[in-house]
């Protein structure tokens, strides 16, 4: 199951097809078109969040599916599918692959990411995306049994926040100390930065902002025509 799900994404592009709640795009339709809209032009996966837009990109589109569930628990930090109850939402939408936070920060119900990682994989029948900030969290998953690990949450935990994404210094890390896929995710606003993260060894790239992310793009616009 594991090659078969993976091997479409190698080498290959996967949009983050996302928008803040409070936009007008946080709509199942406006997200199941941009999915679509994405593997009609090459795709070869999507990223997507929260059980109601999964279920909706499902239902246009048979490439792999990246999903995960934002949910902000009192009390802690990490908020990418951050207990197994979500995990079971996301994969009842239809994803095939359930990107969870691997940070090493502490996690809700005392779970552990290896637990997580063990339920989703026995449980659900999924593979499992980690989503980590630092080099010694990406062995920490894949030892743990990650199907693939990806640079998603660099600059924005606690201890990376002072740094920009993407980090190609740890992505080439992860790709020479990994035995499992490194996917590169964030901070790549260029179709230049996408193939450099190809050329450095990542399995694959996604992007997410630089393509979809029409809210924060026009208010950059803004800013910028707004001081002339």
């Not at 063990?118 to 062995?139: C, F, N, P, R, Y």
Request: with cysteine; aromatic share 4%.
């Amino acid at each position: 199951m594991k090659s078969e799900i993976l091997l479409p994404l190698k080498h290959g592009l996967i949009v983050s097809c996302q928008a803040p709640v409070d936009s007008p795009l946080h709509n199942p339709i406006v997200i199941s078109a941009m999915a679509e809209a994405a593997v009609n032009r090459g795709a070869v996966g999507v990223r997507i969040d929260t059980p109601t837009h999964i279920e909706a990109v499902r239902q246009q589109v048979s490439q792999p599916i990246i999903g995960l569930w934002k949910q902000q628990i009192s009390g802690f930090e990490v908020y990418i599918t951050p207990r197994f109850e979500d995990a079971v939402a996301v994969a009842k939408s239809g994803a095939d692959i359930i990107a969870i936070d691997a940070t090493l920060r502490e996690r809700p119900q005392g779970e552990t990411v290896r637990n997580l990682i063990t339920k989703i994989h026995q449980e659900l029948g999924k593979l499992v995306m980690a989503d980590v900030d630092s080099l010694e969290a990406a062995k920490i998953a894949a030892d743990a049994g990650a199907d693939c690990v990806g640079t998603t949450l660099y600059g924005y935990t606690q201890t990376t926040q002072h740094q920009s994404p993407p980090s190609f210094d740890l992505l080439t890390q992860m790709v020479n100390q990994l035995s499992v896929p490194v996917i590169c995710e964030g901070g790549i606003s260029s179709p230049e930065m996408a193939k450099q993260a190809l050329d450095l060894g990542a399995y694959a790239v996604v992007v997410g902002g630089a393509i979809t992310g029409i809210d924060l793009l026009v208010q950059a616009y803004q800013k910028a025509v707004s001081l002339s």
